[in-house]
């Protein structure tokens, strides 16, 4: 990892702002998409409101905010354990390729393990973004057979 130590934590309530500037900039990055900021907001403060939904994770580095994800739970009764999805991934422009996601990816990885509840990590990636999918694999993931559907309402 190059540059100064990346420090990743819990976020808290007060992290709500930055992770809905990163919701709203990965958004616009990768889809092209303006999300309303309050639906937005809202839908960040429920992870909070009801931890059984989720939890995110801030990456701090040089003393500022410079990531953070989002950790989804599904259950699997096939395997009688949980798998943890990787969501809203964000990497502040000014930290990308200095070892932020890596490190984020890395305290997953750890805290999924000492969970012992926890059969693995599972996240979706854009099918062009060529350059996300690299990263992934270099950190040991690999691609599985199943398409992603959906209904949306």
């Known amino acids: 990892m190059e540059g100064s130590p990346v420090r990743v934590?819990?976020?808290?309530?007060?992290?709500?702002?930055?992770?809905?500037?990163?919701?709203?900039?990965?958004?616009?990055?990768?889809?092209?998409?303006?999300?309303?900021?309050?639906?937005?907001?809202?839908?960040?403060?429920?992870?909070?409101?009801?931890?059984?939904?989720?939890?995110?994770?801030?990456?701090?580095?040089d003393g500022r905010t410079a990531g953070g994800l989002l950790i989804t739970f599904e259950w699997s009764d096939w395997r009688n354990a949980d798998w943890w999805w990787i969501q809203s991934v964000y990497v502040e422009p000014a930290f990308r390729r200095r070892?932020?996601?890596?490190?984020?990816?890395?305290?997953?990885?750890?805290?999924?393990?000492?969970?012992?509840?926890?059969?693995?990590?599972?996240?979706?990636?854009?099918?062009?973004?060529?350059?996300?999918?690299?990263t992934y694999r270099a950190l040991g993931m690999e691609r599985v057979n199943y398409l992603m559907f959906q209904a949306e309402f």
Do not use: W
């Not at 990816?105 to 059969?119: K, P, T």
């Open 9 to 61: 934590r819990p976020a808290t309530e007060a992290d709500v702002e930055s992770l809905v500037a990163f919701n709203m900039a990965m958004a616009n990055e990768t889809e092209g998409r303006q999300l309303d900021p309050a639906t937005l907001r809202a839908g960040v403060r429920a992870v909070f409101d009801r931890p059984q939904r989720g939890f995110y994770l801030i990456a701090e580095c």
């Open 99 to 134: 070892g932020i996601y890596r490190a984020m990816h890395r305290h997953v990885q750890g805290l999924a393990r000492a969970d012992g509840g926890v059969r693995g990590v599972r996240l979706y990636v854009e099918c062009d973004n060529a350059s996300a999918q690299d």
